[in-house]
């Protein structure tokens, strides 16, 4: 959706048409989540979802945060948060800051999330309870305006922000050889591989700053 990151591209004078593909959906939680010592949060739409229904993170865990969004997520709805790692925003960048266990870690999170923070975790000592708490739907159309936009070539950039942000929009717009694909992060980056999607450039850090310097290299050169 609209928002931030899309304000920030425009602040470079980058034109920026914003279009959702997917929606959340709320899975059904047993209430309360399990204690834990640590709640590793990847998303934005973890504290958004649990928010929805009023649910709060457990009372006396710290609280780490996979990127600088998610972490103002986190303190907007109250939450101190203790631990956000360097550079890129993943799972395995998460991973790989935390400390060492023993404990038990909390993931509340995407039904559709990679296990790799949660096999992390684990091989550093944690107990790991992973709690799909929302998942993400296609949907099934997109405005018209949106399609005549995309094929009567528009744009030079298409920014994909997640694995399955990538496979919606292949199910509603299709790619195009003349649009260069940007990777909002190595997941990304990897689901887009997988699908065999050409990708021009990854953004380093997953902020306005990481995105713009991805999309000045590839327009650039």
């Known amino acids: ?74 303190e907007a709805a109250g939450y101190v948060v203790d631990l956000i790692p ?48 929302y998942t993400m739907s296609p949907l099934d159309s997109v405005p018209d305006e949106a399609i005549r936009a995309w094929r009567s070539g528009q744009f030079d950039v298409v920014v994909v922000t997640s694995g399955s942000v990538g496979r919606a929009f292949a199910a509603l717009f299709g790619w195009r050889d003349d649009v260069r694909v940007v990777a909002f992060g190595e997941p990304s980056r990897r689901a887009l591989d997988a699908a065999g999607v050409s990708v021009a450039a990854t953004a380093a850090t997953q902020d306005v700053a990481g995105l713009v310097e991805a999309i000045g290299g590839i327009l650039e050169s």
């Not at 935390?98 to 038990?104: A, H, I, L, T, Y």
């Open 1 to 74: 959706a609209d928002g931030p990151l899309a304000d920030g591209l425009r602040a470079t004078g980058a034109e920026v048409f914003c279009q959702p593909v997917q929606d959340v959906v709320d899975l059904p939680l047993v209430e309360p989540l399990p204690e834990a010592d640590w709640v590793a949060v990847t998303s934005a739409n973890t504290v958004r979802s649990l928010g929805r229904r009023g649910v709060r993170l457990p009372d006396d865990a710290r609280v780490a945060a996979v990127g600088a969004a998610t972490a103002r997520a986190l």
């Open 86 to 133: 360097e550079g890129e925003s993943s799972g395995r960048a998460l991973a790989a800051a935390f400390p060492d266990g023993p404990g038990r870690v909390l993931i509340p999170g995407s039904k559709l999330s990679s296990p790799t923070l949660a096999d992390g975790l684990r091989a550093k000592g944690w107990e790991v309870d992973v709690v799909p708490v």
